[in-house]
């Protein structure tokens, strides 16, 4: 049996949706290179496809309109199962459920991690579709359905602290929190566009990109730079190559967005 993984390109166009607000416009197409590996495998020999359905550590790459229906098609056109890292995107980082809820794409399997728990203790997950659940448990009923075993599966201890944090999301209304103030976020994000570097800005929900020019022959160091006098100044910040990559969390208050921008105006305009 031949196993292996092939590569879709990433949906990152800057010369044609730098400073786009919200999804971008452009790319959709790009999910049709599907159909050329499919041609080239044959869709029998392809299990399934994985998308973030936003890129986050890649440097916080966005789905252009279209593009997450488009790859939906084509896997339901040649039989491929369709699987979402919502680890970033899930519980209400855009601002709705999971990133399914928000693109209106359903897939198959949907996997979980750090909003889980909201981090308090190591959990990940997977939600599945029921032809595929029934799949796994539809075997003879003297085998254990999906064999495999880890020490540490199923913790009651991370089961109660997932069953707390889903509790104060609904409690709280952290989800509709995230989606009312994402407009805000979204002008915050915007302010730079004409600080100094600053050659695309990016933003869904409550998820901000920063991405800067590299100085020539020292990529990442303009962002490393920045990184540390963010640091100096008491913001945290992500930095991917010469991105900087901004996910706060879903309780920010307009005043800390205020805060966040003001030390990234004035660090942009320090740094080389
Ligand atoms: C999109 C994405 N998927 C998966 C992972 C891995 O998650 P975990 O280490 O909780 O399994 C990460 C971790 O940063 C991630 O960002």
Not at 119 to 138: E, L, N, Q, R, W
Not at 225 to 242: H, N, P, Q, S, V
């Given at each position: 049996m031949l196993t292996g993984v092939d590569h879709i390109p990433h949906t990152h166009l800057p010369e044609k949706n730098a400073f786009t607000r919200g999804q971008p416009e452009h790319g959709a197409e790009l999910a049709d290179e599907l159909e050329r590996l499919v041609t080239l495998h044959d869709a029998s020999t392809i299990a399934a496809v994985i998308v973030e359905p936003v890129a986050g550590s890649t440097g916080v790459i966005l789905p252009p309109k279209g593009y997450l229906e488009r790859l939906r098609e084509i896997c339901d056109k040649h039989g491929i199962l369709l699987i979402f890292?919502?680890?970033?995107?899930?519980?209400?980082?855009?601002?709705a459920p999971f990133a399914t809820d928000f693109f209106g794409v359903k897939p198959d399997l949907v996997t979980l991690a750090k909003g889980l728990t909201s981090?308090?203790?190591?959990?990940?997950?997977?939600?599945?579709?029921?032809?595929?659940?029934?799949?796994?448990?539809?075997g003879p009923d003297n085998m254990i359905e999906l064999f495999h075993g880890y020490t540490y599966s199923g913790h009651p201890v991370a089961a109660a602290a997932a069953l707390a944090t889903l509790d104060c999301y609904k409690e709280d209304g952290l989800f509709e929190r995230a989606n009312e103030i994402a407009p805000y976020w979204e002008e915050a994000v915007h302010s730079l566009k004409d600080v100094p570097h600053v050659v695309d800005l990016r933003n869904l929900g409550l998820i901000g990109a920063i991405e800067l020019?590299?100085?020539p022959g020292?990529?990442?160091?303009?962002?490393?730079?920045?990184?540390?006098?963010?640091?100096?100044?008491?913001?945290?910040?992500?930095?991917?190559?010469?991105i900087i990559a901004l996910s706060p969390p879903l309780i920010v208050e307009k005043s800390h967005i205020d805060q966040i921008f003001d030390t990234l105006r004035t660090v942009l305009k320090e740094v080389a």
């Open positions: 890292d919502e680890v970033i995107t899930g519980f209400g980082r855009l601002g981090g308090t203790i190591p959990m990940g997950g997977v939600v599945c579709s029921k032809g595929i659940y029934d799949a796994f448990m539809s020019e590299p100085i020292k990529p990442t160091a303009r962002a490393y730079e920045a990184f540390l006098k963010c640091y100096e100044k008491g913001l945290m910040i992500r930095t991917t190559g010469d």
